[in-house]
């Protein structure tokens, strides 16, 4: 039986990242490819959405949750080594990812469709946008992927960020 004997050093280096050309320190962060979704239309329960490029098309699942935003924040002074905290409260939007692995940084049609609990369609929206290259280390390592968001005001305008 062959077994393989890797330096214990060498897998935690990996594991960890590595330094980049330009001397950064590169960390193995993962970076989720693809749409992101935000919808401040409070009747909004379900999504589906539709990401096309040269010709092909895909239809990930868009799955919604609630979100929210921070309603108070308090800190214990201002040095570095000071406590703060901060307290959350549902905003009544909503949010959700579309990964689509394949996703090119390069531009695309999105399709986003939004119904409420009765099935009823309040929003079917064809939006052009460019993903870009997510750099989670900064921009001397290696980028993560392309992403790109497409955000629902509370006024129905949809803005492609």
Known sequence: MWRSVVPLGLLLATACGARSDAGAVC???????????????????????EVCWDGACVRPPLELFPSSRVAGTTCA????????????????GKHGFASVPELPAEPVVVTLRLSDQSGTRVLDERISLTP????????????????????????GVTVAR
């Not at 962060?29 to 409070?42: S, W």
């Not at 002074?77 to 959350?88: I, K, N």
């Open 77 to 92: 002074g201002t040095a570095p080594d000071d406590v703060c905290a901060a307290r959350s409260e549902p905003s009544g």
């Open 27 to 49: 960390t193995g962060i993962g970076v989720p490819v693809g749409i992101g979704v935000d919808v401040a239309l409070p009747d909004v329960v379900a999504a589906e959405i």
């Open 132 to 155: 870009a290259m997510v750099l989670p280390n900064g921009p001397d390592c290696p980028s993560g992927g392309p992403q790109a968001g497409v955000s629902i005001t509370s006024d």
